[in-house]
Structures are given as structure tokens and as C-alpha cells.
């Protein structure tokens, strides 16, 4: 599993990073001559459970690493954003080289978000990606953290009122 102090990357992996679905937006001259695009991406998170998010990971063409740097820039002041290594399939879409590395499990980070126990309202994290060629991406993450009701059991559902005597 890799760690997050080693999550650095090649050039030629920041092509790879910008080539996919987040990254795949235009940037503005201004974004380039700063090395920075912001993002912002706004959820419904329910109260005091685990979001996931998403998962981070970046390939090269033959399915190898590409190290990036990933980092929690601004937590979240009603809950907690965290960045936890975890396993699984990439979802590269058929027209990107990488397609052939979906077929195998990968280690990477999976993203997460948890809101304080009974906390409704707005919070927000801002996530930052940076590649070694200082080409960086930073994600603001906003949610209007609700309760949600769970529904009964379906048993219970169907059961009809028995007046008491």
C-alpha cells in the first residue's frame, strides 16, 4: 500500500491526471500561468454517517503508479474529511489508454467525509492534488448535512394499526 509522504509524480503523469474525468474540464490561461484550477462540487450528506466520496488514484499507461500528492488542505469545521488507503478496480472509460487497467485491483486512497453526530447544515473541505510538476488541483467540497430518516424494517411497513381494547 502506498503512503501518502511518497505520493509524488513525473511529469508525464500529470498529462495522465489531466486526461481524466475530474480533470478533463478546459483550463483558463489563468489557471496555467497560476498552475492551480479550482473546483467546486457541492453534495446532500447525511448526519453523523461516512460519505464516501470517491477514490484517488493515478495510472500510467502501462498500469503502473503515477504518484500524485494528495492532502486535506481545509477541514471540514462540522465533521471530518480523511484520505484512507483502500484497494480496488479503476474505472477508466474505453476511450482512455488506462481502459486495459481495470481489469486489475490497484491501491490508491478512497476520499471521505463524516459529519458531526446530529449536525445539519453546511460544511465544506478543500481537497489539493499536486503533481511533481507543480501543476496542482484544488477541490472545495461543500454539503448540507441532513437527517435522514431510516425506513422501517419491511415487516413493520405492511403492519396495520390493532386498536387497544
Known sequence: MKSLTKFLASS???IALLASPVMA???TEEEIASGTKKQEFVRYAPSGKTMKIGHLYALEEDCSDAEFTYSI???AEHGK???VPASFHPTFGKENPRYKC???MIDGFLLTYTSKKD???P???TLLVVTSSGLAREETYTFNVRKFETPPAKKDRNASAVPAN
Do not use: R
Open 102 to 104: 481495470n481489469e486489475q
Open 81 to 83: 474529511a480523511e484520505i
Open 25 to 27: 474540464q478546459k483550463w
Open 73 to 75: 488542505q481545509k477541514q
Open 123 to 125: 460544511d465544506s473541505f
Open 119 to 121: 449536525y445539519t447544515g
Open 12 to 14: 508525464a503523469c500529470a
